[in-house]
Structures are given as structure tokens and as C-alpha cells.
């Protein structure tokens, strides 16, 4: 009987052995493609209040067919005002596994990440226990739902964090401390899927100026870059028109100093970067668009960044299909009648992704 327990002693541990061996291995292989830019994409819609996906099975055809490896995908928690808790997102949950499904056929890879409404300078959850431990257990029940697809690439802790009224060096202090108990609830749940943090406010580049790094592995940092906004928005509400790239200031030279931050922390502490969002609306006058964009792409490839562009087949804004000489009154919702394959954005991105290596797909 010893000798038979001993054995099953034995079996067991070797069995845990193993799966510790194979998660450690496929959360090194899935960093290592953060670490040699190998990802280069689009990031997806958001599911509609109504709950139907925008999505069909052709629009992730055409998006493979792009040379895209990888999407970034929103996960929506939401709740009534003033209430405590969020709602279990259980359609947005649905929507992820379709797109990781897709991910799997078609060849690309997917980056989740969690939008918690309201957002921006309306978020509500940074004072609240209840709201901050509920955002650590809905990403739980995400990761227990999701961390079975091939296609899974990271976690994205938060999208574009801001403290409210907080100063910088407070800011830096609760994301931190927030960003550290998600990250060892979702490490804890699956041990084999990168964890993406965002800096706060906004997730801009210069916002990683005294940001610290998450004491755990398998950590990648990313960055949205929209600068100037001035430029990258322009005409949308708040923001005046019309303004050129290159110009007021504003060249490849000044668009590689806006990232310098960013740059500094990847090297200091030896960590991989991923920008999760980058565009600027269609219509900026005189071919501006696609000059921006190709600066933009080149810095990134030059540290050798991954990207995700703003978006897919989205707000016809910043659809890359939809070419910018349409009307001023048609700048709102969806045009998909309108989109074409010569598009000078479209060609610009497909370019970039010629170069995305073959072994990125799951």
C-alpha cells in the first residue's frame, strides 16, 4: 500500500509539474510575440446597447485578408446609477467568444479588455470597495469563460484609467494598487494569458512618467496615441477644423518625442509595449491621414512595437475603408456602402502588415 501511495504521490506531482510547464511555456511564447512586435491589427466595436454585434462572418474574412494577427476587443461592464455592483456582461462575454472563435479560423489573435461605465473623468468606482472588488470578480468569471481559446493573446486591465480630481503622484498610487489586485485575481485564474496595463490618465504615452511596473510576470504596458488631438479630432465636437499633417509644430520628429516616456519605461524596466489604439479621422484635409499614420507606424516598428489601429469597420470616422472626400454631413454612424479597398488608409496599414510574421497566428 506504501508503495502504491507513493507512486500516486509521485503521478500527482509530476502531473502538476507538467501543467505548470506547459502554462509557463504558453505565457512565454504568447510574451514573446509582445516582445518582437509580431502583433499588428485592429481594434473592434463595442457591442451595441441592443445587444446585436455589427459583425458579420464576411467582415472577419475581409479583416484576415488585411494580413491583420490580431483584434482588440471590448468587454463592457455596466450598472444603474448609483448602484453598487456591475451587471454580469454576459452579452459582451458572448461577443468575445464569437470574435475568439473567428480568431481561431481566420488566424488572428485577440487582446480583451475591459471597459467599466462610466468612464473617463465619469468613473465612479475609484472610492468604492463594493465597485472595485466587483470589477476584480467580474474579470474572473471573464477569464474563467475565456482562457480556453487558442486565440486568447491578454487581458487588458482597463481601458484609458483616469482618477478623477486625483493629483498625478495620487493617480499613479490607486491605478497601481487597483491594477495589482486585478492582475493577481486574473493570474490566479489563468496562469497562461499576458496581462496589458494601460497608464493612468488616459493611457497617453506621457503618462508613464513615474508610472511603476506590476510585480508579477508576463506584464506587457500599452499606450493609445492620438496626439494632437487637435489633429487627430478635428471636427469632431470640441475640436475646430481643419488642420494638415505635417504642421503647426507637428512632424515625425515631434510625434517620436510625444512617445518618449513610453520609450523610457519599455527600456528601464526591460518590458514589451503595445500601442492598443492609434487614428485620426478621415477627413483631415490634403492626404493628412495617411502621412500621420505612416510616421506613426514607422516609430512603433522602429522599437519594435505591435499595434492595434482604431478600428475595424466601426465609426465611419475612423473606418479605414471610407475614403475622406465624402460630404461633411455624412460624419456620423456607419457607411459601409462607401467603403472601398483602394482606400489610401486601408493600403497604408495592409502594407505594415505584410511584414507581421506568419508564426504570430494561433
Sequence with gaps: MRGRKAVLQIGALLALFTASAASSSTLQQRMQLFHDGALRGFALAELPADGREIYTESDFEDLAATGANVVRVPIQLKKCKGCARYDPPEADIRY????????????????????????????DYWDSESLTADIVGQ???????????AALQ?????????????????????????????????????????????????????????????????????????????????????????????????????????MVEARKFASAHK????????????????????????????????EGWGWAYHCWRCYQ?????????????????????HRRADNPTLLLLKKAMERTLKSARP
Aim: net charge negative; proline share 11%; hydrophobic share 40%.
Design 139 to 149: 474579470w474572473v468569471q471573464v477569464a474563467l469563460r475565456l482562457k480556453g481559446y
Design 154 to 258: 491578454a487581458y487588458d486591465l482597463i481601458n484609458e484609467p483616469v482618477v478623477p480630481g486625483a493629483s498625478r503622484e495620487s493617480g499613479l498610487l490607486q491605478w497601481h494598487a487597483l491594477a495589482s489586485r486585478i492582475a493577481r485575481g486574473l493570474r490566479a485564474t489563468d496562469p497562461d494569458t499576458p496581462l496589458m496595463v494601460e497608464p493612468v490618465p488616459w493611457a497617453l504615452p506621457g503618462s508613464f512618467w513615474q508610472s511603476q511596473p506590476l510585480a508579477l510576470p508576463g506584464v506587457v504596458y500599452s499606450f493609445h496615441l492620438y496626439a494632437p488631438h487637435e489633429f487627430t479630432h478635428q471636427g469632431l465636437p470640441g475640436y475646430a477644423e481643419a488642420r494638415a499633417y505635417p504642421g503647426a509644430g507637428w512632424d515625425k520628429a515631434r510625434l517620436a518625442r510625444e
Design 271 to 302: 518590458v514589451p509595449m503595445f500601442v492598443g489604439e492609434f487614428s485620426c479621422v478621415r477627413w483631415a484635409p490634403a492626404g493628412s491621414c495617411p502621412r500621420y499614420l505612416a510616421d506613426a507606424v514607422a516609430l512603433f516598428e522602429a
Design 317 to 337: 470616422g475612423w473606418d479605414p475603408e471610407v475614403p475622406p472626400q465624402l460630404p461633411q454631413d455624412q460624419r456620423s454612424g456607419f457607411l459601409p456602402e
Design 96 to 123: 468575445a467568444e464569437r470574435v475568439l472563435s473567428r480568431g481561431e479560423r481566420h488566424g488572428f489573435r485577440v487582446v480583451v479588455v475591459l471597459l467599466a461605465t462610466p468612464w473617463g473623468n465619469e468613473s
